[in-house]
């Protein structure tokens, strides 16, 4: 059975640090790319960043560039988002979700697993 683990999240004051982590178990991480989304309330959910499964290409969203930082340990079957520069706009439940021989040179590709999300919270 196929499980994506996402921690991490909580409560953060405005320009401070999160490190999320997915975890998977039931699958051989090293042939999926590792996309993360967010959904905010009373928004729809938005692709955030993506590793392909050979490392080769990275995406992140235009309006998060410079702030997040996506990698991945194949050896712990575990991907990282770093956040910095934290935002009240980057409130929201963030997923991960993995695809098969997926890359992500322009796009996060369509997943075939989600985790059940972790919040993140960004507040004074």
């Known amino acids: 059975q196929v499980q994506l683990v996402e921690s991490g999240g909580g409560l953060v004051q405005p320009g401070g640090s999160l490190r999320l982590s997915c975890a998977a178990s039931g699958l051989t991480l090293d042939y999926y790319a590792i996309g993360w989304f967010r959904q905010a309330p009373g928004k729809e959910r938005e692709g955030v960043s993506c590793i392909s499964y050979s490392r080769e290409s990275t995406y992140y969203a235009d309006s998060l560039k410079g702030r997040f930082t996506i990698s991945r340990d194949n050896a712990k079957n575990t991907v990282y988002l770093q956040m910095n520069s934290l935002k009240a706009e980057d409130t929201a439940v963030y997923y991960c979700?993995?695809?098969?021989?997926?890359?992500?040179?322009?796009?996060?590709?369509?997943?075939?697993?989600w985790g059940q999300g972790t919040q993140v919270t960004v507040s004074s």
């Open positions: 979700a993995a695809t098969l021989w997926g890359t992500c040179t322009t796009a996060i590709p369509h997943p075939n697993y």
